[in-house]
């Protein structure tokens, strides 16, 4: 049964399939080739177990896993191709510790060491293509995707594994559906109705060139043309596949497949078929015929019209056999053969011989297998880790159509070695789509939400299908696909477009702002004009009409009607602390200033005139000295009350956020709001008292009676700030300040213009009424 090389003999077993549906199998030779020229170079070699030669047997499963479990209680076992059959021989051996080495079974099963003990192999786990393949698709910017699976462990495993790994990237299946090629057809119809139904056009398939056999054709008779198919390491370097794609459904297919690394030697030695004939005259002579189209003999089979000669050359023709793009697996067939070779050289403690010639039991044996590392000739590291696998590579192939057939172009690589962001490496321009376009198709279930808008899921359908919902006010998304908008800070707002978050614009009543600018303006005309009168009157200081209206209460109400008006531009500008403080106090106490000299001259007039009644004295009650006394005291009054109020709790700048969303009202908060309409209420008492006092003395007869004037400004006053309260407390932001800057400058021109420019117009454009006897002269009472 096995084949001697040398006295001290290890045997191996090799499962391959010889023949598919009564016709030789190409592929299962060229393993089988792999296999020889490994054995042939170890037995070969002086320094790789010297003295020792490796026997081996090779068996046909035809893909039977009955097949391949009869078969397999033996040494060491290479194989099998199929995932299915590999875990059927894998449940049988592993209880025995026997290896099972394979070099094509990817299922991510596979690697539990509590059901396969002994397995492992030399081809990556469909563990490592499956997350691969699901960050290609996202790097292609597709989320929407159908997928096409193999009713079978490879099929079905695989697609589970790159289904939960896509989920993890953000990305949907539209549907799964699993096929074999036994499938009714009713069933297969059923399969080509969802894909043409559906909205994907990419579909990811782990499927064999086997089960193109049947789709290819039914694709092109259903019209299913034009979908960007994404492929497993099983066919998207197989040029079985790309012959049997005849109408180019499959073109500009991308997928993960085996790198392509070097043996040296290997693929003349597969196309050297002459060695068979000693093998085995059965398998020879049926390659031969398969190989050349002909028969050695004719007799009873019409079906070759040809005489094989034996003289036909491998070199003229061009078929399955001839072609190497199946060369990653024959060379993991290699390393396979070579890792037991190095096992065996390690156990048996080999130098420039092997000592010891007994063979090792299976457990030891396997132990010190899945420890093995060592390097081919041509310089690739194999080692096993603690699942049975390879260090997982892959190359990125591009189906790229050229004179109408296709070829693997690699546009790309996936390293699992490197780190995390460096393992997947593509030359998008190098990549040719489907329907041969330079323009990566589009396949998402909705378009992308852009900045400034939010995913929102629509109801019963994948996370993939969403709507896009704008972001609230006050916040923002800035990134493509944001799942939620965040909320800007406090003192930030969103743009308009909801994709940044800016400063809140500041309000606050300024000097640069054109309400600002012309209160100012008014503020500067007050003052100059108040200034002017009392230059005037100074001019005019020793005239009648000047002496008569108490010259020093004159040109003290001017100076403090010149305060109210300056006093009005500390409520303009950014609220600071020294502003909020001097603004409330500096109002108040100019305030009480003006109304306390207007109320001494409102009491003036009124003891004037009861001085001219007969045997009065009280004018001595009431001379300059009290007047000036009166002025001081009601003023005092109002310095407590501001001193109280700054020592507990004075004003301050404040930042109010809650009248507007968008914006800050920089304002100055009164602190203690008892303090302000404490103060605000003194001012109003006292322009109430003086209202009150000059109203009674209207009708005085005098000619020139100052108590008129007095009446009317004190009316103008007390309406401004009637007025003001209900104006202020409803006013937003810096209208509130304007709306007190405007009371201070209404009152102020109130009192200035009704006590003053009569006077003026006197002194100025009627001084023959600036006389003793004309202001001294009396008129009747009525």
Not at 493 to 505: A, D, G, I, L, T
Request: aromatic residues 12%; charged residues 15%.
């Amino acid at each position: 049964e096995y084949i001697l090389f040398s006295t001290v003999m290890f045997k191996m077993s090799v499962y391959v399939c010889f023949s598919t549906s009564s016709s030789l199998d190409f592929r299962a030779i060229q393993f089988s080739q792999s296999l020889i020229f490994a054995i042939e170079e170890i037995n070969n070699s002086s320094s790789l177990l010297p003295g020792v030669s490796l026997g081996f047997k090779l068996y046909d499963t035809c893909s039977s896993t009955a097949m391949g479990v009869r078969m397999a209680m033996v040494q060491a076992i290479i194989g099998e191709t199929h995932s299915s059959i590999s875990t059927a021989i894998a449940k049988s051996v592993g209880p025995f510790k026997i290896p099972l080495i394979s070099y094509a079974a990817t299922c991510e099963c596979l690697g539990d060491k509590r059901i396969y003990p002994s397995f492992l192999r030399t081809v990556p786990s469909d563990y490592y293509l499956s997350r691969a393949m699901a960050e290609m698709v996202k790097q292609f910017g597709w989320t929407w995707v159908g997928a096409l699976r193999r009713d079978d462990d490879y099929g079905n495993s695989g697609m589970a594994a790159f289904t939960a790994a896509a989920e993890q990237l953000g990305i949907c299946l539209e549907y799964s559906l699993p096929f074999f090629r036994t499938y009714s057809q009713e069933k297969v119809l059923r399969i080509i109705q969802q894909i043409k139904s559906s909205t994907s056009r990419v579909i990811v398939a782990f499927v064999t060139y086997w089960d193109f056999e049947i789709l290819l054709n039914l694709f092109h008779e259903h019209n299913i043309t034009g979908y960007q198919w994404v492929g497993t390491e099983a066919w998207i370097s197989d040029s079985t596949v790309s012959r049997l794609d005849k109408h180019k459904i499959l073109q500009g297919a991308i997928g993960l497949g085996i790198p392509n690394t070097k043996v040296t030697g290997l693929k003349e030695f597969i196309l050297d078929i002459n060695p068979l004939q000693s093998a085995g005259s059965a398998i020879f002579t049926e390659l031969w015929e398969t190989l050349f189209t002909c028969k050695y003999s004719t007799k009873n089979n019409s079906q070759y019209s040809a005489v094989c000669t034996g003289q036909e050359k491998l070199s003229e023709i061009e078929n399955e056999f001839t072609d190497m793009s199946l060369m990653p697996f024959f060379i993991n067939v290699y390393k396979a053969v070579y890792a037991v070779a190095h096992t065996l050289h390690n156990l048996l403690g080999c130098t420039e011989t092997c000592p010891t010639k007994k063979q090792p039991d299976p457990h030891t044996f396997l132990e010190h297998l899945k420890r093995v590392r060592f390097k081919t000739k041509d310089g690739e590291e194999v080692y096993f880790d603690k699942n049975g696998d390879p260090l997982a590579k892959y190359e990125i192939i591009n189906w790229q159509t050229v004179e109408d057939h296709h070829e693997f172009v690699t546009v790309g690589f996936y390293d699992f070695s490197f780190p995390a962001h460096n393992r997947l490496a593509v030359k998008m321009v190098s990549i040719v789509w489907a329907q041969n376009t330079t323009k990566v198709p589009v396949s998402v279930c909705s378009e992308s939400c852009p900045p400034g808008t939010r995913k929102a899921v629509q109801k019963g359908k994948p996370i993939c299908c969403f709507d896009c919902i704008p972001c609230a006010e006050g916040e923002i998304s800035n990134m493509t696909d944001s799942i939620k908008c965040e909320q800007c800070y406090q003192d930030f707002w969103s743009n308009p477009h909801r994709n940044e978050c800016v400063k809140k614009e500041l309000e606050f009543l300024s000097f640069e702002e054109t309400m600002g600018i012309l209160l100012t303006a008014v503020s500067i005309i007050g003052t100059s004009m108040t200034i002017i009168i009392a230059i005037i009157f100074f001019r005019y200081k020793n005239t009648p009409i000047v002496k008569a209206n108490n010259s020093e209460l004159s040109f003290l109400l001017l100076f403090s009607l010149a305060l109210c008006f300056l006093c009005s531009l500390t409520f303009i500008g950014r609220p600071s602390e020294w502003s909020c403080v001097l603004r409330h106090t500096a109002f108040g106490i100019t305030f009480v200033l003006c109304i306390s000299c207007v109320l001494g001259k409102t009491i003036v007039v009124l003891m004037a005139f009861r001085a001219t009644l007969p045997g009065s004295n009280v004018m001595k009650w009431f001379g300059p000295l009290q007047q000036r006394l009166s002025v001081l005291a009601f003023t005092l009054i109002q310095v407590l009350t501001c001193v109280l109020w700054l020592t507990t709790s004075p004003p301050f700048p404040f930042k109010n956020r809650k009248h507007y969303k968008e914006k800050i009202i920089l304002e100055c908060q009164l602190g203690s709001a008892v303090g302000f309409w404490a103060v605000l209420g003194y001012i109003g008492f006292l322009a109430l008292l003086c209202f009150a006092l000059a109203f009674l003395a209207r009708k005085l007869p005098d000619k020139f009676n100052e108590a008129k004037f007095i009446t009317f400004s004190m009316l103008i006053f007390c309406a401004v700030w009637v007025t003001f309260i209900p104006a202020y407390v409803s006013s937003p932001g810096k209208f509130t300040v304007a709306v007190e800057i405007f009371a201070i400058l209404a009152s102020s021109f109130g009192l200035l213009f009704c006590i003053f420019l009569p006077k003026c117009y006197i002194l100025i454009l009627k001084p023959e009424k600036n006389t003793k006897k004309q202001i001294m002269s009396k008129v009747p009472v009525t």
